[in-house]
């Protein structure tokens, strides 16, 4: 039986697969014997409930990786402890990932921290790139040991209505970045076409361009990964290129980097870096990370095979976040640079006698005769840039604009596959799942920038961010719940030192977005009904939250939770899905009475 195949036969409720099945008998039959089989048994009456639904589709319907995997060399050199050639075959995935962490909402991000803070909170942005590494890694780990991605995993471990809620969350959370992405790309080719195709006109050449892009995985997914790789790379130019004309202090950029302070920072700075840590953490890109790793030939019955991959899978990605973090501090820095305490007054003088002046003159306004300090946008950014540097330099950052438009959309189209096939075991065309996807991207965003202004779009960008925040407990606390549960992970289940800092860091994370939440709704202004609506929402919220967090202690192994007849009605799924013989690390099932 091939390594995957077991994750597409059938399994009976409290009953494993015939390779689960034939990997215990043999086990049993081992050196272990006795001691094995009373470990299991004790895992059971201990852990009740993970494999008994199922979500299995036929290759040949899921997305991404459906047609072909791509095949691990083998090195019989047994003293190589490292393989460049084994690298660059699990190469693909985590830049895919990474991408996320460029899209048009991220680099708006990064231009607003560098104008309202200049370098002073560059290291928000390098740890908030740390975690997001380190949460990235979790949610890689559990594809790569189970073979079954994060929205699966879901299916299997919640009960219906959670399980729902969840599904609708991500699919807010991924509508929200697909409205990041079509308004990015609305002002690239805004700014590209010198306002020959309207805002709006954008808009609907989004819809267009995304099917030709997803058209290209047709030819193979290799070159498919070769293609996001490519845009990476014109972003990492682009950027790059208004990094060195403009020849920011690089002692300064050092030092806010790698020190830890911020003197004489006002709560607009704090907001800022509020801001950057939600814009960073995406809570979808867990959900495409678990599942973009299945793309590789591993042979999940060999735990040497597994720990292999998870080596390299973590490489892999720690270089793509490592890309991204370069790319983000280049926008940073440039604006941190040019635009820091400028007035929209002290842009225009530059703009003075520039092709561009006309459409600075309508953009940097403000009520109080031009001494405001500039409210930064990407438009806005091209503009100052293309007053300061020359009308290339503009060009080159929509360019690079255009670039994180469309790689993040086409990543956001496979976080949506990937969650409807696993939530929901339903898989609709790609082509259909876009359409409906980008239509409900499509149509507010068109309506505003048909009838409203740019600055609306904007304001439009800070809203989703908050919107992206809150989704991120339904992403981040199933992955540490089923990533540090023995009877799903086997062997490769996190440790207490894994366990802790990765619930510690969830914490901070979520209470730093809870905040931008908080600090979006107060500007907003909301008053009678709607502020009622918002307080039952929260509070809905909170409840829900610590459901998952109810259900995340139970994966963990807390007896007490286990042992509740409440716990076990209404927050664990059916009778014998924390059976060990129904968990997919069948190599390791042995092993897992060391860990109780």
């Keep these: 039986m091939s390594s995957n195949e077991g994750y597409h036969n059938k399994i009976e409720p409290g009953g494993g697969s015939a390779g689960d099945e034939q990997s215990s008998s043999s086990g049993a039959r081992g050196s272990h014997g006795s001691a094995a089989s009373a470990a299991a048994a004790t895992s059971t009456q201990l852990h009740q409930q993970i494999l008994n639904e199922n979500t299995y589709l036929k290759a040949s319907k899921q997305a991404y990786f459906s047609d072909e995997k791509v095949l691990i060399p083998d090195d019989d050199r047994t003293n190589i402890g490292f393989s460049f050639r084994k690298l660059w075959a699990f190469t693909g995935p985590g830049f895919l990932m990474s991408i996320a962490y460029l899209d048009p909402g991220n680099i708006e991000s990064d231009l607003q921290s560098g104008a309202a803070a200049k370098y002073k909170i560059l290291w928000v942005l390098l740890w908030a790139t740390v975690l997001g590494l380190l949460m990235q890694r979790l949610a890689a780990r559990l594809g790569v040991v189970t073979g079954l991605h994060l929205a699966e995993m879901c299916y299997r471990q919640y009960k219906r209505l959670p399980r729902w809620i969840l599904w609708i969350m991500i699919e807010i959370a991924i509508i929200g970045s697909d409205m990041q992405e079509v308004i990015g790309t609305a002002i690239a080719i805004y700014l590209l076409s010198n306002k020959v195709v309207p805002l709006w006109g954008g808009v609907l050449i989004t819809i267009v361009d995304t099917f030709t892009f997803l058209f290209l995985d047709k030819y193979g997914l290799r070159k498919l990964e070769f293609l ?81 991959a998870n080596f390299y899978f973590f490489i892999e990605a ?55 300090i500039i409210n930064a946008d990407l438009y806005k950014g091209g503009l100052f840039l293309g007053c300061t540097f020359g009308a290339a330099a503009m060009y080159i950052w929509g360019v690079g604009i255009l670039a994180a438009g469309q790689s993040s959309t086409m990543t956001g189209t496979y976080a949506g596959q990937f969650s409807m096939e696993g939530f929901l075991n339903l898989q609709w065309p790609r082509w259909c799942r876009v359409l409906v996807t980008r239509c409900i991207a499509i149509i507010p965003t068109f309506c505003l920038a048909m009838f409203s202004k740019m600055e609306d779009l904007t304001n439009m960008n800070d809203i989703l961010n908050a919107v992206m925040s809150l989704q991120l407990p339904f992403a981040a606390i199933p992955t540490i719940a089923f990533t540090s549960c023995a009877a799903i992970m086997g062997e490769f289940v996190n440790g207490i030192g894994n366990k802790i800092v990765a619930i510690l860091l969830t914490i901070v994370v979520i209470g730093v977005n809870l905040y931008f939440v908080v600090v979006q709704v107060e500007a907003l202004q909301i008053e009678g009904g709607m502020l009622a609506l918002v307080c039952i929402f929260a509070i809905l919220y909170i409840i829900f939250v610590i459901y998952l967090v109810i259900h995340m202690a139970a994966c963990m192994g807390n007896k007490w939770l286990m042992n509740s007849r409440w716990v076990q009605r209404w927050v664990l799924p059916s009778q014998n899905s924390f059976s060990i013989k129904n968990a997919n690390s069948t190599y390791a099932s042995l092993r897992l009475a060391s860990t109780q």
């Excluded at 400028?342 to 109080?368: G, I, P, Q, W």
Aim: aromatic share 12%.
């Design 228 to 308: 996001f790789g490519f845009l990476i790379t014109v972003m990492a130019i682009t950027f790059g290129y208004e990094y060195i004309v403009s020849a920011p202090n690089q002692g300064a950029v050092m030092e806010g980097m790698f020190v830890p302070w911020c003197s004489d920072c006002n709560s607009d700075v704090l907001l800022q870096a509020v801001g950057v840590v939600g814009a960073v953490i995406m809570p979808h890109n867990l959900y495409l990370h678990s599942a973009l790793v299945k793309s590789r030939e591993i042979d999940r019955r060999q735990p040497k095979k597994v720990s292999e």
């Design 318 to 372: 720690s270089i793509a976040l490592f890309v991204s973090f370069i790319i983000n501090l280049f926008v940073v820095a440039v604006f941190a640079h040019g635009m820091y305490g400028k007035t929209n007054r002290d842009v225009l003088d530059v703009c003075a006698n520039k092709s561009m002046y006309e459409d600075a003159k309508l953009s940097f306004t403000d009520n109080h005769n031009l001494t405001d």
